[in-house]
């Protein structure tokens, strides 16, 4: 099946009904539509339940993947997921997937989900607003009596934040390398995913091929204030940014910071405020939506009366375009050797395994997502994702589309991150009815 051209009377009317009035074939008697809704409210309550899992005593979370926090997550998740039937299974990679049989066996499964790790100190709705909206529409379902064509899969990924860990192994692309490089928890990526039920010496057999997935669809909050500034309930994905990831690390000379004259000092601090600089210079040099950002920063000896010897940083460059980052890095590496040499020092660069890779999402599945907003009478945008996401690495398999909600103020990857309980459930009504609509276009 080839991936653009797999989907079949994408439209309303090729439905054989106007706005999603269907009378469907899978229930007798049951129309499918507008008039099936999600329970927003059990989407909130499982909101609150899941987000206690990692939590300190001052309320911040700490569900980073493979700590304790995150393994209670999961196995609460996984109960929740047997309640409604879908008898989850660990893959390789530490996945859980749950399935539920559809009418025909031969089709491929419509997969949907996310994550449910958070950043340390990380908010309640990144990953988990999908995750638990995924198996909303399993309760739907099974509350409606109403069997798909398709098989469905419910996929929560492992280690996202990490670096799209999971769903990289089940598109082929998690590698030797790649489980040796160490995760936030502390663990390597293979202990990590042995830590939470994952067996990373047969990660060969959670790959997914080409074709074994019909469609994936990945609801997320915006992580950004686009959605709510306009007044927008929901964003229809166009495409992910490419994530690449550098370590810098210059070095000069450590002495006295009081017998070294200014003029004779080979001070790496210096040269690496300049590089921070000309980072951000070269990246706002040319017209796009492109980043660029040093986040990460560590000098030593780290000392007051030490001139720095060696300072390590964290370049990260983010775009749509995976020849832009490309060309940028070659910029920033060519600013690196001006400093490097006016300013005595080295300045060298190591790429950091695990990169994301740009990703567009489906066109078809971008339209149905938008008739199906506009069918429950909400406003939409065509946007871009600023974030990396597991759908970024499902896209080298299958066709994939995102839907956005709005992000109170703009926040994520904080402990002040929200989205009202409304939006939420916007979301999962679009993909509700998204899958429906996919479904009967077999």
């Known amino acids: ?40 409210q059990r989407i909130a309550d499982r909101i609150a339940a899941l987000s206690k899992f990692g939590r300190d005593e001052k309320g911040h979370g700490y569900r980073v993947a493979f700590t304790n926090g995150d393994i209670e997550g999961r196995a609460w998740f996984m109960e929740q997921m047997k309640k409604a039937g879908l008898d989850p299974i660990i893959d390789a990679a530490g996945n859980i997937i749950g399935k539920r049989k559809g009418k025909n066996a031969a089709l491929k499964p419509i997969a949907f989900g996310s994550h449910i790790d958070m950043v340390p100190d990380g908010g309640n709705y990144d990953g988990p607003l999908g995750s638990i909206s995924a198996l909303e529409v399993i309760e739907v379902l099974n509350e409606n009596k109403i069997v798909t064509e398709h098989p469905l899969e419910v996929i929560i990924f492992s280690n996202e934040e990490g670096g799209t860990i999971g769903s990289m192994a089940m598109a082929g692309g998690l590698t030797k390398q790649g489980l040796l490089q160490k995760s936030q928890s502390g663990l390597t990526m293979a202990e990590g995913i042995k830590a939470i039920g994952g067996d990373p010496d047969k990660i060969q057999s959670c790959i997914r091929r080409q074709g074994d997935i019909h469609a994936w669809f990945e609801l997320h909050i915006e992580q950004g204030g686009i959605l709510e500034k306009e007044n927008l309930q929901i964003g229809v994905v166009e495409g992910i940014v490419g994530i690449a990831h550098w370590e810098v690390t210059v070095e000069g000379f450590a002495n006295h910071a009081g017998t070294t004259p200014m003029n004779m000092r080979q001070d790496s601090l210096i040269a690496a405020a300049k590089f921070v600089i000309a980072v951000n210079e070269v990246i706002n040099s040319v017209k796009g939506n492109q980043v660029g950002t040093v986040g990460k920063i560590a000098a030593t000896p780290n000392a007051y009366n030490v001139i720095p010897g060696k300072v390590v940083m964290g370049l990260e460059i983010r775009d749509l375009s995976a020849d832009k980052i ?97 939006d939420m459930a916007n979301g999962a009504n679009v993909l509700l009815q998204t899958i429906l609509t996919v479904d009967k276009g077999n």
């Open 1 to 40: 099946m080839k991936r653009r051209t797999f989907i079949r009377n994408t439209s309303v009317t090729a439905l054989g009904v106007s706005a999603f009035g269907i009378l469907d074939s899978y229930s007798k008697n049951l129309v499918v539509g507008p008039n099936l809704k999600v329970n927003e």
């Open 326 to 422: 490309e060309m940028l890095f070659k910029e920033i590496e060519k600013r690196a050797a001006e400093i490097s040499k006016s300013s005595k020092t080295t300045i060298k660069f190591i790429r950091q395994a695990n990169e994301s890779k740009p990703a567009l999402t489906d066109k078809k599945l971008q339209q149905i997502i938008n008739t199906s907003a506009k069918a429950l009478g909400l406003k939409t945008k065509f946007m871009q994702s600023g974030a990396g996401h597991d759908s970024q690495e499902i896209a080298r398999i299958a066709p994939v589309a995102m839907i956005f909600v709005p992000s109170v103020g703009g926040i994520s990857h904080s402990y002040k991150e929200f989205t009202k309980t409304a």
